[in-house]
């Protein structure tokens, strides 16, 4: 704890520090907003060298903090983080200075600079609007997207991956859920899929059919198929099985093949059907039990070479 000797001269110092207008004109700006050094000289229209020196001083008393932005630095008062005795006297302070003059001209270059700002950006997405998708894409790709869709999953989730193949899809969602339990067929896909899930401790891989699913009943919080059910002979047993181990409430996500006349392709990727109508598969799925099916085709993705997809989502 501060000694009585040490909290006056605290406080002197804090009334020494204010007791210049400059300082207290650059302080007004940063309550209310994070700017440059070049920002403030244009504000309050005083060389870069005073302005500098002055901010020396906000920031040895603490009144002001600062963070680097690529080349510049940020100023910025926050008033939640000063100590109370300093709070107090700033608002009286910021008080007693509101009908300054110099400060409402301050006030109005600060609202023309942040309307500028706002204009930039305003103008930038008025030329990029119709190239945007490609912009974003080049500047950030499009994982970000996935881990954003990944993050509405409840934490407390049970998800079914049936047709797990080398397990991408669990590996993708285990981070955001409770469990995983990831289904294949194929010696060789279980094997690649527990390579790739080895750390996920939380991802449990089985052998089994999708028309006998090695999961008890009304288990999952939702079941994942992607582009699996082209390879049955038996759709609705597999659909079946999908609503048997969810719990009431629970949900199908289903992505396959919209009808094609490719068999070639079927031949090549040993598939058994030409893919799915919509509204048959909608049907199908009703009579699996599901409700409330919605299919919808997928947009198409540029460069790639197979047949057009759809989304059916349907609840138990």
């Given at each position: 704890?501060?000694?009585?000797?040490?909290?006056?001269?605290?406080?002197?110092?804090?009334?020494?520090?204010?007791?210049?207008?400059?300082?207290?004109?650059?302080?007004?700006?940063?309550?209310?907003?994070?700017?440059?050094?070049?920002?403030?000289?244009?504000?309050?229209?005083?060389?870069?060298?005073?302005?500098?020196?002055?901010?020396?001083?906000?920031?040895?008393?603490?009144?002001?903090?600062?963070?680097?932005?690529?080349?510049?630095?940020?100023?910025?008062?926050?008033?939640?983080?000063?100590?109370?005795?300093?709070?107090?006297?700033?608002?009286?302070?910021?008080?007693?200075?509101?009908?300054?003059?110099?400060?409402?001209?301050?006030?109005?270059?600060?609202?023309?600079?942040?309307?500028?700002?706002?204009?930039?950006?305003?103008?930038?997405?008025?030329?990029?609007?119709?190239?945007?998708?490609?912009?974003?894409?080049?500047?950030?790709?499009?994982?970000?997207?996935?881990?954003?869709?990944?993050?509405?999953?409840?934490?407390?989730?049970?998800?079914?991956?049936?047709?797990?193949?080398?397990?991408?899809?669990?590996?993708?969602?285990?981070?955001?859920?409770?469990?995983?339990?990831?289904?294949?067929?194929?010696?060789?896909?279980?094997?690649?899929?527990?390579?790739?899930?080895?750390?996920?401790?939380?991802?449990?891989?089985?052998?089994?059919?999708?028309?006998?699913?090695?999961?008890?009943?009304?288990?999952?919080?939702?079941?994942?198929?992607?582009?699996?059910?082209?390879?049955?002979?038996?759709?609705?047993?597999?659909?079946?099985?999908?609503?048997?181990?969810?719990?009431?409430?629970?949900?199908?996500?289903?992505?396959?093949?919209?009808?094609?006349?490719?068999?070639?392709?079927?031949?090549?990727?040993?598939?058994?059907?030409?893919?799915?109508?919509?509204?048959?598969?909608?049907?199908?799925?009703?009579?699996?039990?599901?409700?409330?099916?919605?299919?919808?085709?997928?947009?198409?993705?540029?460069?790639?070479?197979?047949p057009a997809l759809f989304l059916a989502v349907a609840t138990k």
């Open positions: 704890m501060l000694s009585r000797a040490a909290n006056s001269d605290q406080l002197l110092a804090w009334m020494e520090c204010l007791a210049d207008p400059a300082r207290l004109r650059i302080l007004r700006l940063l309550e209310r907003h994070e700017l440059g050094v070049s920002e403030l000289c244009d504000i309050i229209q005083l060389p870069q060298s005073t302005v500098s020196r002055h901010l020396k001083v906000l920031l040895e008393q603490s009144w002001a903090k600062s963070r680097r932005q690529g080349t510049t630095h940020l100023y910025r008062m926050i008033l939640e983080e000063l100590a109370t005795p300093a709070r107090k006297l700033w608002l009286v302070t910021r008080e007693q200075t509101d009908t300054w003059p110099a400060a409402m001209h301050d006030q109005i270059r600060l609202d023309a600079l942040v309307a500028k700002k706002q204009s930039d950006g305003q103008a930038f997405f008025a030329g990029a609007a119709a190239e945007w998708d490609r912009i974003r894409g080049e500047l950030y790709g499009s994982a970000f997207t996935t881990q954003a869709m990944l993050a509405l999953l409840p934490a407390d989730a049970i998800i079914a991956d049936l047709g797990c193949g080398s397990g991408a899809i669990s590996e993708m969602v285990a981070p955001f859920v409770k469990q995983v339990l990831a289904v294949d067929n194929s010696p060789a896909m279980l094997k690649a899929a527990k390579k790739r899930l080895e750390n996920a401790r939380n991802v449990e891989v089985r052998r089994g059919e999708l028309a006998s699913l090695p999961i008890d009943e009304n288990t999952c919080s939702a079941a994942l198929c992607m582009l699996v059910l082209t390879y049955l002979t038996d759709v609705v047993g597999a659909l079946k099985e999908m609503h048997r181990i969810l719990k009431p409430g629970g949900r199908a996500i289903i992505v396959d093949l919209l009808p094609h006349d490719r068999d070639d392709f079927r031949r090549q990727l040993g598939q058994v059907s030409l893919g799915f109508e919509a509204d048959d598969f909608k049907s199908t799925l009703t009579r699996a039990g599901f409700a409330n099916a919605l299919v919808q085709p997928l947009p198409p993705e540029s460069n790639v070479k197979g």
